[in-house]
């Protein structure tokens, strides 16, 4: 099973929508057995793939989720002061969406969990088993889900704090939607400069607990080296508008620049975390085209971008950016599971 993070330091690039239609070409097209976490405390995935209706329901009156388990429930024993996760883990199946994917939904209160994270955190930096443990939260969650899919999509805020930095420790491999903005590119700077900082105390915190403790890591079936610093499997940018002239869809020079700088930023910032097998010259896995009038559409009816159909309200010349998104992602995830598998 191999763990993705969806994540940029930028919002607004279309991290979501990028995660969720990846997700669901991996299980439709792919044969891929799938789920997504919604980690984001705005929970967009959960609200893309079941509806907003349905999220309603869950977040307010709770109706919708029956013996369903929220990212927050999982969570919910580390909020109350213990190291473990809630044990059992119960998704939305696959058969109630039109993605194809199993869901564990976002929650509002997830939020609520940062400061106990950033308390675990502390005390892990001193060798304190319980703090890493807390802040291995996630390592346990894929251990649980290990035996049930090919892939698990993490979607996350863009914030730099404690919840982030937590799902990555327990992540295979992290990727980085991008747009055509300089505030993408300082997404990225932000990213190295905050793994620097403390990927290093991380496995440094373990180091300190097996020395003045040895042998408790391996109780808890725990490394201490992480995945992801040889984890980084690539970029996509999302394409902004061009402009008109004469009836003629013209370059903007400004937005040129930008992605003319994105591959050296890339290796400037986050060569160094690339995948085993991987060089610089795989790390871009496509450009996302601007799909104008079909997101809104899609977010309507709740359903992946490439199934879209005439019922759901597709006319016209949107017949063709659908046709076009879907090969276009088909691309970008047969260079996802290259690169992947690059590093196995």
């Given at each position: 099973m191999i763990a993705l993070a969806m994540f940029n330091n930028k919002g607004g690039v279309?991290?979501?929508?990028?995660?969720?239609?990846?997700?669901?070409?991996?299980?439709?097209?792919?044969?891929?057995?799938?789920?997504?976490?919604?980690?984001?405390?705005?929970?967009?995935?959960?609200?893309?793939?079941?509806?907003?209706?349905?999220?309603?329901?869950?977040?307010?009156?709770?109706?919708?989720?029956?013996?369903?388990?929220?990212?927050?429930?999982?969570?919910?024993?580390?909020?109350?002061?213990?190291?473990?996760?809630?044990?059992?883990?119960?998704?939305?199946?696959?058969?109630?969406?039109?993605?194809?994917?199993?869901?564990?939904?976002?929650?509002?209160?997830f939020s609520i969990i940062e400061d106990r994270l950033g308390a675990a955190w502390h005390e892990l930096l001193g060798g304190d088993?319980?703090?890493?443990?807390?802040?291995?939260?996630?390592?346990?969650?894929?251990?649980?889900?290990?035996?049930?899919?090919?892939?698990?999509?993490?979607?996350?805020?863009?914030?730099?704090?404690?919840?982030?930095?937590?799902?990555?420790?327990?992540?295979?491999?992290?990727?980085?939607?991008?747009?055509?903005?300089?505030?993408?590119?300082?997404?990225?700077?932000?990213?190295?400069?905050?793994?620097?900082?403390?990927?290093?105390?991380?496995?440094?915190?373990?180091?300190?607990?097996?020395?003045?403790?040895?042998?408790?890591?391996k109780a808890f079936k725990l490394d201490d080296t992480l995945p992801i610093t040889s984890g980084y499997i690539g970029y996509t940018i999302q394409q902004y508008i061009t402009k008109s002239k004469s009836g003629v869809r013209r370059p903007t020079r400004a937005y040129e620049q930008i992605i003319s700088n994105v591959p050296d930023e890339i290796k400037q910032s986050l060569s160094s975390y690339l995948s085993t097998g991987m060089t610089?010259?795989?790390?871009?896995?496509?450009?996302?085209p601007h799909l104008y009038s079909l997101i809104p559409l899609a977010q309507s009816v709740s359903s992946p971008l490439f199934e879209l159909k005439s019922g759901d309200g597709i006319v016209g010349t949107q017949g063709k950016q659908k046709d076009q998104y879907e090969e276009i992602l088909g691309t970008i995830c047969s260079n996802l599971i290259s690169n992947i598998n690059l590093g196995q």
């Open positions: 279309g991290k979501t929508t990028l995660t969720c239609n990846i997700a669901s070409y991996l299980a439709k097209k792919k044969g891929k057995r799938v789920l997504v976490i919604d980690c984001d405390p705005q929970c967009n995935a959960t609200q893309l793939i079941m509806g907003e209706e349905y999220a309603a329901e869950l977040y307010f009156s709770k109706t919708a989720s029956g013996a369903t388990t929220t990212i927050s429930d999982i969570l919910r024993p580390i909020e109350d002061g213990d190291s473990d996760i809630e044990n059992s883990v119960i998704p939305i199946k696959s058969s109630d969406n039109r993605f194809g994917v199993d869901l564990i939904p976002g929650h509002p209160s088993i319980g703090g890493i443990r807390k802040t291995n939260w996630n390592t346990y969650l894929k251990r649980k889900l290990s035996n049930n899919y090919d892939y698990v999509l993490y979607d996350l805020g863009p914030s730099l704090g404690s919840i982030n930095r937590s799902v990555l420790i327990g992540c295979d491999n992290f990727m980085t939607p991008m747009g055509t903005d300089i505030f993408s590119i300082l997404g990225i700077r932000n990213i190295s400069t905050w793994l620097q900082s403390w990927v290093d105390r991380y496995e440094n915190g373990l180091r300190l607990c097996e020395r003045n403790s040895a042998g408790r890591l610089i010259d795989n790390v871009q896995l496509g450009d996302v």
